[in-house]
Nanobody
Framework: QVQLVESGGGLVQPGGSLRLSCAASGSIFRPYDMGWYRQAPGKQRELVARLITGGSTNYADSVKGRFTISRDNAKNTVYLQMNSLKPEDTAVYYC????????WGQGTQVTVSS
């Protein structure tokens, strides 16, 4: 069973930065595209960043130019660098493959507020 453990969230002021990490049990990354998803209160979970196995990336329009997804296969870890954060980025952030496994990690809370 794959385990995904997200970390790095917190409270940050608008315009600030955070770096999220996602550690996975086992080498699950290499065959799959990996993604960062988020779920804000009262909203559906959405995919915001996707790292394709060949190395290219896709981003939701709402985060394009501000977020960067990357991975370290040797560490079985995926990262999300988030810059110029906005209050509307407030959500619980999850990583998973794309399309996702049925099982999700606990997520990490990101709150952007002054």
């Amino acid at each position: 069973q794959v385990q995904l453990v997200e970390s790095g969230g917190g409270l940050v002021q608008p315009g600030g930065s955070l770096r999220l990490s996602c550690a996975a049990s086992g080498s699950i990354f290499r065959p799959y595209d990996m993604g960062w998803y988020r779920q804000a209160p009262g909203k559906q979970r959405e995919l915001v960043a996707r790292l394709i196995t060949g190395g290219s990336t896709n981003y939701a329009d709402s985060v394009k130019g501000r977020f960067t997804i990357s991975r370290d296969n040797a560490k079985n870890t995926v990262y999300l660098q988030m810059n110029s954060l906005k209050p509307e980025d407030t959500a619980v952030y999850y990583c998973n493959k794309v399309p996702p496994f049925n099982s999700w990690g606990q997520g990490t809370q990101v709150t952007v507020s002054s």
